[in-house]
């Protein structure tokens, strides 16, 4: 059978955008500088506006555990914080078409990255099963159709613990919740860390050392 992450099209898409990707590195860190262990959620609109042509991607090998993941749970609701310019989203999209088809809800502050994000999911043959959604995560995300496959949490890390104890009624027993970054912020994941380390709070976890660092947790 064959895999959609490998087409053409999509292939095409994530080559151009992991490339542009790549030359963002002096912009990344002084992002990190100006707002690294500050971003509450009263500060979160000012760094997305701040970060609004900074892609701040997960990383290829992520990209393609998040493809793997998504077709092994077989999930057809994903639901995604932090769309940035859609290059994860992509890799979770096709993962749903080749699971039979199903929906990708994206979330993303800076309306213009939102928009680029469409564009590039078009241009990967992947827009109709996506709903990239303009705002802020904890509104956005209020009102979802189902129960959620899997959940990737990659907005401003401080905001993953708030945010999954929102979404926790709509996640599917057995439910894959995939949090990246939580090695290079790891202060700012401690929190929600040490919750779904508790095996008390329903969640079996383990992490993965991919890139900045990715926890990996499945909902009982
Ligand atoms: C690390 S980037 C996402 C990268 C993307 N997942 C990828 O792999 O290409 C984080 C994004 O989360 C967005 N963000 C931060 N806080 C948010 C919130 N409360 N609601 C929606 N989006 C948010 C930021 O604007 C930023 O573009």
Do not use: C
């Not at 080559?15 to 002084?30: D, M, V």
């Not at 749970?73 to 890799?91: D, M, N, P, Q, Y």
Request: no cysteine; glycine share 10%.
């Amino acid at each position: 059978m064959p895999a959609t992450l490998l087409d053409d099209a999509p292939r095409t898409v994530l080559s151009r955008l992991f490339t542009a990707a790549a030359q963002e590195g002096p912009a990344l860190l002084a992002l990190r500088d100006r707002f690294g262990g500050e971003v509450d959620a009263s500060l979160a609109a000012v760094a997305a506006d701040a970060a609004a042509e900074i892609y701040m991607p997960v990383a290829p090998e992520v990209g393609r555990l998040l493809y793997l993941l998504t077709r092994t749970r077989g999930a057809r609701l994903v639901v995604e914080f932090g769309t940035s310019f859609g290059i994860s989203t992509i890799h979770l999209a096709a993962a749903v078409r080749d699971n039979g088809g199903g929906q990708v809800i994206t979330t993303e502050l800076a309306a213009a990255k939102a928009a680029a994000a469409r564009a590039n999911l078009a241009e990967a043959g992947l827009g109709d099963l996506v709903d990239v959604r303009v705002g802020d995560a904890f509104e956005t995300l209020g009102d979802l159709p189902g129960q959620i496959g899997l959940l990737l949490l990659d907005g401003w890390n401080q905001l993953y613990l708030p945010l999954l104890r929102m979404l926790e009624p709509r996640l599917a027993s057995g439910a894959l919740v995939v949090a990246d970054d939580v090695t290079l912020f790891a202060e700012e994941s401690r929190g929600y860390l040490e919750y779904v380390h508790d095996p008390a709070n329903g969640y079996v976890h383990t992490p993965v050392p991919l890139d900045d660092g990715v926890d990996l947790a499945v909902r009982l």
